[in-house]
């Protein structure tokens, strides 16, 4: 099958079974910053990802062989290394049935960062875009320290609260679960580092909606605002903040 081949019907199909969504089983969790107390009590944010094997088992089953990805090494972004512990950026350019997506992915290490970028461009076909509409997912922790655990699994966490396909609907989904554990979020009083208000703060890039960083940065120079979809690099700089 090649790219010449293919008639348009074909392709509308190629493109919905790749968008389609993953299996649950290979949705995995983990801790997005660092732990918050409230009320006596820790909790971290948690965010779902698909590891990298994941898409490429889905681009060999829907296109095998008629896809590339060609991985270019960037500069590293100053003034992020100290906050966000980003040491490597990579640009990823996969290329499917000649249709072309770029993405720029950021991590620890080459392979971390490698990695991000490969999974960020395949976001662009649709591959585990679902994990971007999920709810942020706040759960209770053993502490505060460096290796502090969750007191309940992240996934079963999420079901409890919204159940296992839950959109996002308001921006009070990103505060922590009231301190009686009903397991309804308390919008009166958000954690720092959260969603803000596309009304006044929105992604320069992509429109969306961005989490605030400014309590929580360590590094001054830092961004104060950083776009919520892993898909999306927006940030806005602390000289460039609106007003």
């Not at 493109?15 to 910053?33: H, M």
């Not at 040491?87 to 991590?107: D, P």
């Not at 839950?166 to 009166?188: E, F, I």
């Amino acid at each position: 099958m090649s790219a010449g081949n293919i008639s348009f019907s074909d392709k509308q199909d190629v493109w919905g079974k790749l968008s389609a969504p993953v299996n649950p089983s290979a949705i995995s969790w983990r801790q997005d910053g660092k732990v918050h107390a409230k009320d006596g009590k820790f909790w971290a944010r948690f965010v779902a990802y698909v590891e990298a094997n994941t898409v490429r088992e889905r681009l060999d089953s829907v296109v095998p062989g008629e896809w590339d990805l060609t991985l270019e090494t960037l500069p590293p972004l100053s003034g992020l290394s100290d906050v966000e512990g980003t040491e490597v950026s990579f640009k990823a350019r996969l290329q499917i049935l000649g249709v072309i997506r770029e993405n720029v992915g950021m991590g620890r290490d080459y392979k971390s960062a490698a990695t991000d970028a490969f999974k960020r461009a395949a976001v662009q076909f649709g591959i585990g875009s679902e994990l971007y509409d999920f709810e942020q997912n706040w759960v209770e922790m053993d502490g505060d320290g460096k290796y502090a655990k969750p007191l309940e699994d992240p996934q079963a966490a999420y079901q409890r609260r919204y159940g296992s396909g839950a959109k996002r609907v308001d921006a009070g989904a990103n505060a922590a679960p009231s301190p009686a554990g009903a397991g309804q979020p308390t919008p009166a009083s958000p954690l720092p580092s959260t969603l803000t208000d596309t009304t006044l703060v929105s992604c320069p890039k992509c429109g969306g909606r961005m989490f605030d960083n400014r309590m929580t940065k360590r590094n001054p120079k830092a961004p104060n605002y950083r776009c919520q979809s892993r898909s999306c690099d927006g940030v806005i700089w602390p000289e460039k903040e609106p007003a």
